[in-house]
């Protein structure tokens, strides 16, 4: 156990390292950043200013130990455009992120996992192919498009819910959904195979055969072992979430830290966007990380591995 | 079984009525899609009110005939989705053979990269290479090409284990077969198949990110008909004309159902196992 804990943290550091490289020559592609910073108007003299100010006449590879120097112990820089710190940037946005992320994976969770078991007990019924289809227009379903179709029918025709902003928690309801529709097909199909593998196995014959209730067998003993995929694919799916978020904050209005994202790409404030780039990617390793260990501790099987 | 088959047939039919759109573009568009007409501008589709069949989808905020627009979408969406695969399973498929048929570092390697191109959040990163490049339809393919090469790589990987250890293998090994040799002609005809369903949904994928990152402004670039992009200039008129944003999200719809049906009813009639 304790070697797996250890290797599975050591390739999480590689990767992390690896994101560290990638979110730093990412903002390099442009070739010279001073000029993107200066802007059109720029003289050759500012552009020479910024190239000083900032560093970027050093070479690159000491650019690069001075930043992750620096992100790693928590400092992520300034920000070009709003002249503030960069992690006090993206805290202040990170709640709205990880409510619109937390209120997508419970949405998610919620409508695939009993259509997921409804589909398995009824396996070839109509029900069964009805969850199918959803899951094939949800898979179809451009989640810019739907969001635009869900603002013009709840918004717009029935004034049920507000089309933007998260003054309100209802503000959230909307952006929710079109996140969870994305998620919803994959965990669906995943709980429906989950307990047709389980319902058919062993030890819920003999749960029948102790007589015990419909209910108990499927709740208790099929659904607890057909959960486990689940779980690891919540918690991937909640990273890509909170990655795919960029596009619905930007059409509900919500400022997040997608929208800090959009903003951020279209002024050319690199140092945001290295840093969303990053966090990301630290919230993404350390949700599949958990994924896994929650996983070995459910079945001690994989530990072995 | 029957059903199936039909379901299949009715995705080919999408996939292929598109592309024979696309291809034949300029002969079915009854106007020039980029030819703006400020007399004529939201002018509404023909099945509403004061709708003429001039103008069957209508025309869009510059005038321009939605129909016309829509056809040559349709060869944005084609191309995007056919170039990308291309590139992402050149990469991917390289890389998941390796990692299957030598194993070792060269599989850890492999696994590693998968692991890292998985961490990177997908949009943000495409986005902000768009931004940067400079947008335009070589970027946009390139970029998700080199973006969406992990489950093929993840698919070629395991199906190279499953057939290295088999006695074709070890055959043409003992024949005097060159490793290239055996790569080339014995493993990659025989991971073929699982490789086509991956290809199906990676096109369906590729071609919602398109519009996606048109969508936001950072795709291809106006005044090119791109269906995303449709969408996102119809957006200010939506709460008016609906009509605007419908049309082309619509047809994006039925291009990715039509490739996802394809897709899954491929991977039914060859037999192969679901990817998770």
Same mark, same amino acid.
């Given at each position: 156990m304790l070697l797996f804990l250890f290797r599975r943290a050591l390739l999480a550091l590689l990767v992390c390292l690896t994101v560290l490289v990638i979110s730093f020559v990412l903002t390099r592609l442009s070739g010279d950043i001073a000029i993107s910073i200066a802007g059109p108007n720029a003289t050759q003299q500012d552009i020479e200013a910024i190239r000083r100010n900032y560093g970027f006449d050093r070479p690159l590879p000491t650019q690069f130990v001075e930043w992750a120097w620096n992100a790693a112990q928590g400092n992520l820089g300034k920000s070009y455009i709003f002249h503030v710190q960069v992690a006090e940037l993206v805290g202040a946005r990170l709640p709205v992120t990880l409510t619109l992320g937390l209120t997508g994976l419970a949405i998610a969770l919620f409508t695939a996992i009993p259509l997921g078991i409804v589909a398995a007990m009824r396996e070839g019924s109509?029900?069964?192919?009805?969850?199918?289809?959803?899951? $094939?227009?949800?898979?179809? @379903?451009?989640?810019?498009?739907?969001? &635009?179709?869900? %603002?013009?029918?709840?918004? $717009?025709?029935l004034q049920w819910l507000p089309i933007s902003g998260a003054e309100s928690w209802d503000g959230f309801i909307l952006p929710g959904c079109v996140l969870a529709f994305s998620a919803i097909p994959a965990m669906m199909r995943l709980?429906?195979?989950?307990?047709?593998?389980?319902?058919?196995?062993?030890?819920?014959?003999?749960?029948?055969?102790?007589?015990?209730?419909?209910?108990?067998?499927?709740?208790?003993?099929?659904?607890?072992?057909?959960? @486990?995929?689940?779980?690891?694919?919540?918690?991937?799916?909640?990273?890509?979430?909170?990655?795919?978020?960029?596009?619905?904050?930007?059409?509900?209005?919500l400022h997040g830290v997608g929208h800090l994202a959009w903003e951020s790409i279209s002024k050319n404030d690199f140092?945001?966007?290295?840093?969303?780039?990053?966090?990301?990617?630290?919230?993404?390793?350390?949700?599949?990380?958990?994924?896994?260990?929650?996983?070995?501790?459910l079945d001690p099987r994989l530990r072995a591995s | 079984m029957k059903a199936r088959r039909l379901v299949t047939w009715l995705g080919a039919a999408i996939v292929g009525g598109i592309a024979l759109i696309a291809i034949f573009a300029p002969l079915l568009a009854p106007h020039d899609p980029f030819a703006q007409n400020l007399n004529a501008r939201t002018v509404v589709p023909y099945w509403m009110d004061g709708g003429t069949t001039d103008h069957l989808f209508g025309t869009d905020q510059l005038g321009r005939d939605y129909l016309s627009r829509l056809i040559f979408g349709a060869r944005i969406s084609m191309l995007i989705g056919i170039m990308t695969v291309l590139t992402s399973g050149l990469i991917g498929i390289t890389l998941g053979v390796l990692g299957g048929f030598f194993g070792g570092w060269v599989d850890d390697a492999v696994m590693f990269a998968i692991t890292c191109r998985l961490a990177i959040p997908l949009i943000l990163v495409a986005l902000t290479v768009v931004a940067l490049v400079g947008s335009?339809?070589?970027?946009?393919?390139?970029?998700? #090409?080199? $973006?969406?090469?992990?489950?093929?790589? *993840?698919?070629?990987?395991?199906?190279?284990?499953?057939?290295?250890?088999?006695?074709?293998?070890?055959?043409?090994?003992?024949?005097?077969?060159? =490793?290239?040799? *055996?790569?080339?002609?014995?493993? &990659?005809?025989?991971?073929?198949?699982?490789?086509?369903?991956?290809?199906? !949904?990676?096109m369906a994928l590729a071609i919602l990110l398109e519009a996606a990152l048109s969508f936001l402004g950072l795709g291809v670039p106006p005044p090119f008909p791109s269906w995303g992009l449709m969408i996102a200039e119809g957006?200010?008129?939506?709460?008016?004309?609906?009509?605007? %944003?419908?049309?082309?999200?619509?047809?994006?719809?039925?291009?990715?159902? #039509?490739?996802? !049906?394809? #897709?899954? #009813? !491929? =991977?039914?009639?060859?037999?192969v196992a679901r990817a998770q």
């Open positions: 109509a029900v069964d192919r009805g969850t199918g289809v959803i899951a $094939l227009l949800g898979q179809a @379903m451009p989640s810019f498009w739907l969001s &635009l179709v869900l %603002i013009i029918i709840f918004g $717009l025709k709980t429906r195979a989950g307990m047709i593998d389980a319902l058919a196995s062993d030890y819920i014959r003999t749960a029948r055969a102790k007589g015990l209730s419909r209910a108990s067998i499927v709740l208790k003993h099929a659904l607890r072992n057909a959960a @486990m995929p689940v779980v690891s694919i919540a918690a991937v799916q909640l990273g890509f979430m909170l990655g795919g978020s960029i596009v619905i904050e930007s059409i509900f209005a140092p945001v966007v290295q840093a969303i780039v990053l966090i990301l990617a630290l919230i993404y390793i350390g949700l599949t990380l958990l994924a896994d260990l929650a996983n070995a501790a | 335009s339809f070589t970027v946009v393919i390139f970029t998700l #090409g080199l $973006l969406l090469w992990e489950r093929f790589a *993840v698919v070629a990987r395991t199906t190279t284990m499953q057939v290295r250890t088999l006695d074709y293998i070890a055959a043409a090994q003992a024949a005097g077969a060159s =490793r290239w040799h *055996v790569l080339w002609r014995e493993v &990659l005809p025989n991971i073929l198949t699982p490789l086509i369903v991956v290809a199906t !949904l990676e957006k200010d008129y939506m709460f008016f004309s609906p009509w605007v %944003i419908m049309v082309p999200g619509i047809a994006l719809f039925i291009l990715v159902l #039509g490739i996802n !049906l394809f #897709g899954d #009813g !491929l =991977r039914d009639m060859l037999g």
